[in-house]
């Protein structure tokens, strides 16, 4: 026997701490009405879980809390306990159980705790657990919140009343089997969630998949352009190898001939040193220099003496010129030009006039007019006759005085052209002489001369080599620095290990010449180019970084195949655990089902002094509609879908009646026959305990009798608590509890030993 006590405090009418020792086989627990009895099934059923308050006679967790009275004030937590022996370990861990409570004890102490906003909390021992941790505990030993153990009045009937199904929920709950629905539950649960889970892997890996090939493209891209750089990284080494000794041989050569330019450099200081012979030699330059003065002072002179000529031409002119004029004037004084006549000469004679005609005009008359005319004539002539007698004299003196002053410009220019003349003379003699010793000099000249053409024409000769070799230099340079760009560019393609490339061996076919053909040479680097145009039209780029992601994506894909073959795995060996429990549970369904058809029909015929009773695995075709359409449519459309279900069957056959179907039974015989099924069920498998609220409340002194003996038979097995009014019930139990109720509204419990008992009933 495992059950040992039972602790109230708080709950429902026990507003007081509350212990029930139920360690003997049978406990009646009595009292009068509304006493509080059924609080003590109902407690048993809020420490194992219940979780219907309907089955607990409450709307919520705070109607389980003592509510208080006149005497007592409200409780705000209500706690009940159930404490079991473990001192055989029958709670212990067992293997493939997920819990991790600790139930390694003596002693085992289930408590429940409901408070006033209506939280619950469970504890095992103390330690504060889940409702699944309580169930898990429990299950091993057909203990549950509403199983079969716990029986109330209105419930005897209920096996009776429910479908095939939940027949066969109770009986499965009754034969321990709820495990088994509890691993199938949670099989399926971890299906469910393994279906789940390897739908999401293929998803993920279809939304990968796209990207993958994309990768892998660029990966083949990749690998191919790491091919072409394995091959351009050979050309780059034989390339350049064959251009390194080429670019040597050829700076080597040219170095070599430098020697042309030093030789022309001397040359070059031999036709300076003889041009300065030729051009500045002391009596070449003197005779030059004086040739050159003479020249020019002979040149000046001539220039001078035209000078002088057109002056002296000019001067003659000018006295031919004046004498005619002179004797023109001697000859007529006529023709002489008068003088200038000044202003105030010709205002004098003005005004001497005007007098006379104003004078002529106050006369009035033409005596006087004509008069006056004559005098003005006279004026007229007058005045003509000073200045003709005044410009002649002028004139005769002026005209002297001129040809005075040109003849002796004359005769001075005439001295100077004469000494102009001896100069010249002079000079073309002196120019004479000096050209006769220069005709001498030029024999002494023409040896040097011949040597000067002779140095100039080798200096052409090697002008023209070095000017060969210059262009050699550059195109050298040129080579040079195409050479360096090129290396630069091939390490920043193929890498660092390219500076080795004259480490690199040639194959014997392809010696190395150090005077190679550029043809081959240009061969190879067109070949090394194009492979660069085509690496360049890969436009592969980032690398590095497209490998770490195709290595990702692909070791993500990995793992996604790897984890939905682990997945499809798990999923058949649930599926296989499933099918494997459901085949155990249906086996030992059957057999446990075949035991209570022996007990059944045992305690019904004990029951009914005959008959037979039995239980069968019946299957009945269940329809389901769709929600969404109305009966109309039902019918119109036949929409339902079907469904098989599979139940218990409970047949009976009284003795003398050939009654069989449970509807057609009275109240009394429907109570014997749920008792019966109920007794059969818990011997079969049986519980550590049965709680009984009033299930004989219904039978008549005969049949209590009955009930009696099979509580006596029942209690080799489990403990049995009993709440009854019944007194022969009562005489079956080892311990009584009365509970009892005052005017404070407290359930209060009386212990009464047997022989109290009985008379207390009576």
Same mark, same amino acid.
Not at 259 to 271: C, F, G, H, P, T
């Given at each position: 026997?495992?059950?040992?006590?039972?602790?109230?405090?708080?709950?429902?009418?026990?507003?007081?701490?509350?212990?029930?020792?139920?360690? %003997?086989?049978?406990?009646?627990?009595?009292?009068?009405?509304?006493?509080?009895?059924?609080?003590?099934?109902?407690?048993?059923?809020?420490?194992?879980?219940?979780?219907?308050?309907?089955?607990?006679?409450?709307?919520?967790?705070?109607?389980?809390?003592?509510?208080?009275?006149?005497?007592?004030?409200?409780?705000?937590?209500?706690?009940?306990? @159930?404490?079991?022996?473990?001192?055989?370990?029958?709670?212990?861990?067992?293997?493939?159980?997920?819990?991790?409570?600790?139930?390694?004890?003596?002693?085992?102490?289930? %408590?429940?705790?409901?408070?006033?906003?209506?939280?619950?909390?469970?504890?095992?021992?103390? $330690?504060?657990?889940?409702?699944?941790?309580?169930?898990?505990?429990?299950?091993?030993?057909?203990?549950?919140?509403?199983?079969?153990?716990?029986?109330?009045?209105?419930?005897?009937?209920?096996?009776?009343?429910?479908?095939?199904?939940?027949?066969?929920?109770?009986?499965?709950?009754?034969?321990?089997?709820?495990?088994?629905?509890?691993?199938?539950?949670?099989?399926?649960?971890?299906?469910?969630?393994?279906?789940?889970?390897?739908?999401?892997?293929?998803?993920?890996?279809?939304?990968?998949?796209?990207?993958?090939?994309?990768?892998?493209?660029?990966?083949?891209?990749?690998?191919?352009?790491?091919?072409?750089?394995?091959?351009?990284?050979?050309?780059?080494?034989?390339?350049?190898?064959?251009?390194?000794?080429?670019?040597?041989?050829?700076?080597?050569?040219?170095?070599?001939?430098?020697? #042309?330019?030093?030789?022309?450099?001397?040359?070059?200081?031999?036709?300076?040193?003889?041009?300065?012979?030729?051009?500045?030699?002391?009596?070449?330059?003197? $005779?030059?220099?004086?040739?050159?003065?003479?020249?020019?002072?002979?040149?000046?002179?001539?220039?001078?003496?035209?000078?002088?000529?057109?002056?002296? /031409?000019?001067?003659?002119?000018?006295?031919?010129?004046?004498? +005619?004029?002179?004797?023109?004037?001697?000859?007529?004084?006529?023709?002489?030009?008068?003088?200038?006549?000044?202003?105030?000469?010709?205002?004098?004679?003005?005004?001497?006039?005007?007098?006379?005609?104003?004078?002529?005009?106050?006369?009035?008359?033409?005596?006087?007019?004509?008069?006056?005319?004559?005098?003005?004539?006279?004026?007229?002539?007058?005045? =003509?006759?000073?200045?003709?007698?005044?410009?002649?004299?002028?004139?005769?003196?002026?005209?002297?005085?001129?040809?005075?002053?040109?003849?002796?410009?004359?005769?001075?220019?005439?001295?100077?052209?004469?000494?102009?003349?001896?100069?010249?003379?002079?000079?073309?003699?002196?120019?004479?002489?000096?050209?006769?010793?220069?005709?001498?000099?030029?024999?002494?000249?023409?040896?040097?001369?011949?040597?000067?053409?002779?140095? &100039?024409?080798?200096?052409?000769? =090697?002008?023209?080599?070095?000017?060969?070799?210059?262009?050699?230099?550059?195109?050298?340079? &040129?080579?040079?620095?195409?050479?360096?760009?090129?290396?630069?560019?091939?390490?920043?393609?193929?890498?660092?290990?390219?500076?080795?490339?004259?480490?690199?061996?040639?194959?014997?076919?392809?010696?190395?010449?150090?005077?190679?053909?550029?043809?081959?040479?240009?061969?190879?680097?067109?070949?090394?180019?194009?492979?660069?145009?085509?690496?360049?039209?890969?436009?592969?780029?980032?690398?590095?970084?497209?490998?770490?992601?195709?290595?990702?994506? *692909?070791?993500?894909?990995?793992?996604?195949?790897?984890?939905?073959?682990?997945?499809? /795995?798990?999923?058949?060996?649930?599926?296989?655990?499933?099918?494997?429990?459901?085949?155990?549970?249906?086996?030992?369904?059957?057999?446990?089902?075949?035991?209570?058809?022996?007990?059944?029909?045992?305690?019904?015929?004990?029951?009914?002094?005959?008959?037979?009773? *039995?239980?069968?695995?019946?299957?009945?075709?269940?329809?389901?509609?769709?929600?969404?359409?109305?009966?109309?449519?039902?019918?119109?459309?036949?929409?339902?879908?079907?469904?098989?279900?599979?139940?218990?069957?409970?047949?009976? *056959?009284?003795?003398?009646?050939?009654?069989?179907?449970?509807?057609?039974?009275?109240?009394?015989?429907?109570?014997?026959?749920?008792?019966?099924?109920?007794?059969?069920?818990?011997?079969?498998?049986?519980?550590?305990?049965?709680?009984?609220?009033?299930?004989?409340?219904? =039978?008549?002194?005969?049949?209590?009798?009955?009930? /009696? +003996?099979?509580?006596?038979?029942?209690?080799?097995?489990?403990? =049995?608590?009993?709440?009854?009014?019944?007194?022969?019930?009562?005489?079956?139990?080892?311990?009584?509890?009365?509970?009892?109720?005052?005017?404070?509204? @407290? &359930?209060?419990?009386?212990? #009464?030993?047997?022989?109290?008992?009985?008379?207390?009933?009576?």
């Amino acid at each position: 026997m495992y059950l040992k006590r039972l602790e109230l405090s708080g709950f429902k009418s026990f507003a007081k701490k509350t212990i029930l020792e139920l360690d %003997s086989p049978i406990t009646a627990i009595v009292g009068p009405n509304g006493s509080g009895k059924s609080n003590v099934a109902e407690a048993v059923r809020f420490v194992l879980g219940e979780q219907s308050m309907k089955s607990l006679r409450g709307k919520s967790g705070t109607d389980l809390i003592f509510k208080g009275s006149k005497a007592h004030g409200a409780l705000g937590r209500g706690a009940v306990s @159930i404490i079991f022996d473990n001192r055989k370990r029958v709670f212990a861990k067992r293997e493939g159980e997920e819990t991790g409570i600790n139930v390694d004890f003596d002693e085992i102490i289930i %408590s429940r705790e409901v408070y006033g906003d209506g939280a619950n909390s469970y504890l095992v021992n103390g $330690s504060q657990v889940r409702l699944k941790d309580i169930m898990e505990i429990l299950a091993p030993l057909n203990i549950g919140s509403s199983g079969h153990h716990i029986i109330s009045q209105g419930e005897a009937d209920k096996i009776l009343n429910s479908s095939i199904k939940d027949r066969k929920e109770m009986i499965e709950d009754a034969l321990g089997l709820r495990v088994y629905q509890y691993k199938i539950i949670e099989s399926e649960r971890k299906l469910e969630k393994t279906n789940e889970n390897i739908k999401e892997a293929e998803s993920l890996r279809r939304e990968l998949a796209p990207h993958i090939a994309f990768l892998k493209k660029q990966m083949e891209k990749i690998e191919k352009a790491r091919e072409m750089r394995e091959e351009l990284k050979r050309l780059y080494f034989e390339y350049f190898k064959r251009e390194d000794a080429y670019l040597k041989a050829v700076g080597n050569k040219l170095e070599n001939e430098g020697a #042309v330019r030093k030789e022309l450099n001397q040359l070059d200081s031999e036709i300076a040193a003889l041009k300065r012979e030729l051009s500045l030699s002391p009596e070449n330059e003197a $005779s030059n220099k004086k040739r050159s003065e003479s020249e020019d002072s002979l040149q000046s002179a001539r220039n001078k003496k035209d000078e002088l000529s057109r002056k002296l /031409g000019r001067l003659e002119g000018m006295i031919e010129l004046e004498e +005619e004029r002179a004797g023109e004037k001697e000859h007529s004084s006529g023709n002489l030009g008068l003088s200038m006549v000044t202003i105030y000469e010709v205002e004098a004679v003005a005004k001497e006039i005007t007098d006379l005609a104003d004078r002529a005009l106050l006369e009035g008359n033409i005596s006087f007019f004509q008069k006056t005319i004559l005098e003005i004539k006279e004026v007229i002539k007058g005045f =003509l006759k000073r200045k003709r007698e005044f410009d002649n004299k002028a004139v005769h003196n002026k005209i002297a005085e001129k040809l005075k002053g040109l003849k002796e410009e004359r005769e001075k220019i005439q001295k100077e052209l004469d000494v102009c003349l001896r100069e010249e003379e002079r000079l073309a003699l002196e120019i004479e002489k000096i050209k006769e010793l220069q005709e001498g000099a030029k024999e002494n000249l023409r040896d040097k001369e011949r040597s000067f053409f002779e140095l &100039s024409s080798k200096r052409s000769e =090697l002008s023209s080599r070095v000017g060969i070799i210059a262009l050699k230099e550059e195109k050298l340079r &040129s080579e040079e620095e195409d050479f360096r760009r090129e290396f630069e560019e091939a390490v920043v393609l193929v890498g660092e290990e390219i500076k080795g490339y004259r480490d690199f061996v040639l194959t014997p076919d392809t010696p190395l010449l150090l005077e190679e053909e550029r043809v081959p040479q240009e061969d190879r680097r067109k070949k090394i180019e194009r492979i660069k145009i085509r690496l360049e039209d890969a436009g592969i780029g980032q690398t590095e970084e497209i490998e770490n992601e195709y290595r990702a994506t *692909s070791t993500r894909d990995k793992f996604l195949e790897t984890e939905i073959t682990d997945l499809k /795995g798990s999923k058949t060996s649930l599926e296989g655990l499933i099918a494997e429990l459901k085949e155990k549970l249906d086996i030992e369904f059957k057999n446990g089902v075949s035991k209570i058809n022996k007990e059944f029909t045992e305690f019904f015929h004990g029951m009914f002094g005959g008959g037979t009773a *039995s239980l069968s695995v019946a299957r009945r075709e269940k329809k389901h509609y769709r929600s969404d359409i109305d009966e109309e449519e039902r019918e119109l459309f036949d929409k339902e879908e079907k469904e098989i279900e599979e139940g218990i069957e409970i047949n009976v *056959s009284l003795p003398q009646k050939r009654i069989k179907d449970l509807t057609m039974l009275s109240g009394g015989e429907r109570a014997l026959t749920s008792i019966a099924l109920l007794f059969a069920i818990t011997q079969v498998n049986p519980p550590p305990f049965l709680v009984l609220d009033e299930t004989d409340a219904a =039978l008549d002194e005969a049949n209590s009798r009955k009930y /009696g +003996e099979m509580l006596g038979t029942l209690s080799k097995l489990s403990h =049995l608590i009993v709440i009854t009014h019944n007194r022969e019930t009562m005489s079956h139990a080892s311990v009584l509890y009365g509970i009892t109720m005052g005017a404070d509204g @407290i &359930s209060r419990i009386l212990s #009464v030993k047997f022989d109290e008992a009985v008379e207390y009933a009576k």
